[in-house]
């Protein structure tokens, strides 16, 4: 039986603009539209940022968390994981209010982000009691945190924070997020240390930022890995050509998998995959 790979859609994301790309979608219906494209083309999981509906603008609001989910929700069945982490470099957020529309709106799964970085030129916080806190209380109301990692040292965060004093129980769900500027450079060799770097009962993901979105993307599949892919990381479908939806990334890494003889996970298949706290 050949290895299934869950595809994961990040179609907003808090940096991309309408300038770099008109397709963004920034309203509820329009996020739930392109999941829904994106569900249909194979991605089982959304990772989601919210907008300002008018200006477009990274958004705390809990409501338009809310107006999200609920129009994904009603849109399709796809596992659902909001930000933790989205706009703090600019909005000046607390970690709690980062963490308050996880417990108010219980996602399926949300980001941990498992230490503290430049972000290209501005401070991304995310001390020690933050992951702490965002863990224990994720594991009180059943929301799967999922580690993004954006160099090794933050592996050891994990184990050290987390896995050591019991917070949460692994194995656990992790992001390799590579070519940040501030954060691990997206090269192959640097991937296959990340992987090693972890046990192998965890699951993870390759999000390559800009043009090795699908490239080291790929190579993370390969290696036993999932993929996500979306206007979060990367605007374009091949170079100097625009991507018109998200949609086309998730279609484009599905044929990909399947040309590489692997399968695209289902849903059922995704749910089973990945540790869940709510099955």
């Not at 706009?87 to 982000?113: I, K, Q, Y």
């Not at 030129?121 to 995310?126: E, Q, T």
């Not at 043009?211 to 190579?219: C, D, E, K």
């Amino acid at each position: 039986m050949s290895r299934k790979v869950i595809i994961t859609v990040a179609p907003t994301g808090s940096i991309p603009t309408w300038a770099d790309n008109p397709n963004l979608p920034v309203t509820p219906e329009e996020v739930a539209a392109e999941t829904k494209r994106s569900f249909e083309a194979g991605a089982t999981v959304v990772h989601l940022h919210a907008r300002d509906p008018n200006s477009g603008s990274p958004t705390s609001d809990l409501e338009v968390f809310r107006a999200y989910l609920d129009a994904v929700r009603d849109a399709c069945p796809i596992v659902t994981q909001i930000t933790t982490g989205g706009g703090a470099t600019t909005l000046g957020l607390s970690p709690e209010d980062r963490l308050r529309p996880v417990v108010e709106l219980r996602p399926d799964s949300a980001s941990l982000n498992a230490g503290s970085m430049n972000f290209g030129r501005r401070l991304f916080p995310n001390l020690p009691e933050v992951m702490e806190l965002y863990a224990t209380r994720m594991k009180e109301i059943g929301v799967m945190p999922e580690f993004e990692v954006y160099d090794l040292s933050m592996v050891q965060n994990v184990e050290h924070w987390i896995r050591r004093p019991g917070l949460l129980d692994p194995p656990y769900q992790i992001s390799f997020v590579m070519g940040v500027m501030g954060g691990i450079p997206a090269t192959i060799k640097n991937l296959v240390a990340l992987h090693e770097s972890i046990p192998p009962e965890y699951t993870w993901q390759t999000v390559g930022i800009g043009r090795h979105q699908l490239t080291l993307g790929m190579v993370g599949t390969l290696m036993g890995g999932n993929i996500r892919v979306g206007f979060e990381d990367n605007l374009y479908l091949s170079r100097g050509v625009l991507a018109q939806s998200n949609a086309e990334l998730v279609d484009k890494a599905a044929r990909l998998i399947r040309e590489f003889g692997m399968e695209v996970a289902g849903l059922d298949d995704t749910r089973e995959m990945l540790p869940l706290l709510n099955k």
